[in-house]
Each structure stands twice: as C-alpha cells, then as structure tokens.
C-alpha cells in the first residue's frame, strides 16, 4: 500500500542505461538536437543515479550505437540516432496498446517438433530459450507448441542455430485428448498473473493522488519512467495468449489500464521536471522537450507508413537482445 508520502517504485532499481533510454524515448524523440551531457547527469539524478554511473551509461551507450555523439569546446552532448525516432514510435505503440485486446485464434497452433543429440547441449538449450521468446511452450521435451502463426520465425531460428532435425507443423487438435497431453494445458500463467496483479496493486493507488493534485513535477518524472519501465517487460515475457486460452478474470486488463491512465495522466507533470532540468544547463533546449500520450502515439505510428523499423538499427538489435535476456531471466524466476 502507497502512503501519502510515498510513490510505488519499481520491483528491480531499473540501470542507469535503461532509464536513459526510456527519458529520451519519452521526452527528445524526432529531434536532432544533442543535450549536454551535464543535463542529462542531472536528469539521472532524479534516479538516485551517481554522475560517474550516469557518465559511464551515456558512454556505453553511445558505444553501442544507441545515442549519437557531439562535441563543442569541452562540452559533450547527446542525441538519438538517425532513425531511430521510427523505432522508437513502433516500440511505444506496441507497449501502449499491448493487452489491450486479446489476439484472434483460428484454432490451429504452430507444433515444432525436434532432436538435438546430448553433445549440442548448448544449441538445444538456445532453441528452447528462443521458441520461449517467439511465445512457444513445451508439450513435450522435443515438442513445442503456439497458437500463434509463428511457423516462419521457426523455421528461420532452427536455420540459424543449425537444427536440421526438425518438423513444424501447422494443426488443430482432436477432440477427445487426454487433457494432460492437450496444447490448452502448457501455458503456465499463474506466474503472470501474479505479476499483473502486483504491478496493478502498486500502481492503482497512484490514481486517487492524481486526482487529488498530490503529484508534483519531479515525482510525475520518476514515477512516469519507472512505470514504463516496469510495464515493458510484460509484452517481452507474456506469451499473449488468444481469449479462448485465457483463464477467467485474467488479470491483464486491469494491470493495462491502469498502465496508461497513469502514464497519459503524469505525462503533463513529467515534462515541467523535464523541461525544468533542462533548463538549468541549455535553457535554448528545454523548450524543445514534450511529452507523448497514447493518443498522440497512435497517430505518430499511424502516419510511419514505409518508415518503418525493419529491424538492422542498433536500438532494434540491443531492444531484442533484451528481451532474449528477459525472457531467460523470468523463465529461471518462474522456475
């Protein structure tokens, strides 16, 4: 339970790079500008973040590709990458609207059915943890199954990992099996839910405080970005399951709007702390900063049209190289 002095924080201290992320993701996308290293120190101090930790994530980052760079005199500034503002767009939208609806199913599911001898252990154990991440679960140690039509993805992961022992199928199940041996019974979302129902609980309280005008700029700006960055690794890790899969009161729902009304509500508060610590460095710059709600998300993606992600940016590479990781990290969680 939040108390009035308190605001919900996130489960893990989110690191100083993902947060960086996620505060130029939200506030400084489509703009070409670069904001001086110094602002951006602050901005993570918001975070309890130190200014060598802060120094050293806008150096990785921009090591990795993920911000470009500038100097003028001794000053050095950071910026989003050409096309990455796209990417960006496409990642919000799809973390906005995630849950929002369940997928439609024509009953069939996507079985991959394979044999990787004892000796390629390391292969079997990156096949599993890859069907995992494209929302397969295992029916049987060699048998994996989707209700989702993810039959290309698989057949282009077991050409990359080398598994040519191997079948995937595209089929419905006979009525009248065992239920122990049905595809409906290995989506294990007692696990999920609990988190729903966590992430819900913590966050739901934040509602009446908004409401009552208890928010001020510089919480708006820590709880905004924690938010996200609590929420995002549910469309990495939730195997989205089409309704006739779901149990009864499933928890998503509740968990997703809670979600965006929050994040649409301190959006507005977000930007004055943005803005505000902005300003103490590149006054020129603060006015530049603005926040993005669902709605203007929607639009944005909308009118992409062919520009598009296609999937070859570093943002797109190291976004999918994360969610890899935390799929792994939630299966040894969940055991």
Known sequence: MTTDGE?????NGAEPQLLLTSLLGDFWYWRDEHIPATALVRLLADFDV????????MRRLAARGLLSTSRSGRTTAYGIPPRTAEV??????????????????????????????EQERSVRTALRSRLRALRFAALYDGVWVSPHDTAQQALDLLSELGVDTATVLRSTEVPGCPRRGSPREVFDLTALAAEYRAFADRYEPLLQRLEAGLIGPAQALRTRTELR?????FPETDPDLPAELLPKEW????????FVRIYDRLGPLAEIRFRQILATVAPELAELACHHDSATVAKLYAGLGDRRAHGDTPFEQAAEARRLEEVARQTRSRG
Not at 7 to 11: M, N, V
Not at 229 to 233: A, E, P
Not at 251 to 258: F, G
């Open 229 to 233: 960055v609590d929420w995002r690794r």
């Open 251 to 258: 928890a998503r729902p509740r968990a997703q709007r809670v």
């Open 88 to 117: 960006i767009i496409e990642r919000t939208h799809r973390m906005l609207t995630f849950g929002s609806s369940a997928p439609e199913w024509d009953g069939r599911w996507t079985v991959v059915a394979f044999s990787v001898p």
């Open 50 to 57: 130190t200014p060598d930790g802060a120094r050293a994530a």
């Open 7 to 11: 605001l919900p924080r996130g489960q």
